[in-house]
């Protein structure tokens, strides 16, 4: 059930850097290995709801009701905005004596679950990605979709905590000079923005 060319394209698609691996860095960088943990957390638990509304069918309605899918997009624009507008203005980001109790564990997670929420490219994702991978004969569909979308998001946590440990190895090296804390906080602030403009862009 589970194939290796699922698994590659899988890895494929979770190494991708997009809003939830840029906020797991970004939280890497700024408040350090365990956060960046709590990030990876809260980016996987934001796809479960995606995963829900395929399985109830929901999906089908986001596919073909474009003002439904519009209103997610929107929303997912706003806070990706809003997430660079924190950034920019947080000067005490990337600052390596920040106090961890300035970020509570489920402040963390609560923002990469709204963050992943809000994206309604997973719900697409999970729409006509993942029944590629499901065999037609096997009279048990949502056990197969349910084990393919548990992969998935084990997948996506343990490359998410990659890249915050890399980002968490690279802010020991660079967090004692402030105008490297400065150019990365207004270089992720550019990046949210920037993931911002090409959401709304993008086509359905």
């Known amino acids: 059930m589970i ?3 699922f698994l590659l ?3 494929v698609v979770v190494v991708t850097p997009g809003a939830g691996v840029l906020f797991t860095v970004s939280t890497g960088l700024s408040r350090g290995r365990l956060a960046s943990v709590w990030a990876a957390l809260g980016c ?3 796809i479960v709801p995606h995963m829900a509304a395929t399985a109830l069918g929901l999906a089908a309605v986001m596919h073909t009701g474009a003002l439904a899918f519009q209103l997610l997009r929107i929303a997912g624009v706003l806070y990706l905005l809003y997430l660079a507008v924190m950034t920019w203005r947080d000067r005490m980001a990337f600052e390596t004596d920040a106090t961890p109790t300035a970020h509570h564990p489920a402040r963390l ?3 990469a679950v709204l963050l992943n929420l809000l994206n309604p490219k997973l719900t697409l ?3 006509a990605f993942l029944p590629q991978f499901m065999d037609p004969a096997d009279p048990t569909p949502m056990r197969q979709f349910t084990l393919l979308s548990l992969v998935f998001m084990a997948m996506t946590f343990g490359v998410f905590v990659l890249y915050g440990m890399a980002a968490h190895a690279f802010r020991e090296r660079v967090a004692g000079s402030a105008r490297i804390r400065d ?3 207004r270089g992720f602030a550019l990046a949210f923005a920037a993931m911002a403009g090409r959401l709304a862009a993008g086509d359905r």
């Open 9 to 11: 394209t899988s890895a």
């Open 3 to 5: 194939s290796l060319e």
């Open 125 to 127: 994702f999970f729409l």
């Open 44 to 46: 996987t638990l934001g």
């Open 183 to 185: 150019a990365l906080r």
């Open 109 to 111: 997670v609560g923002k």
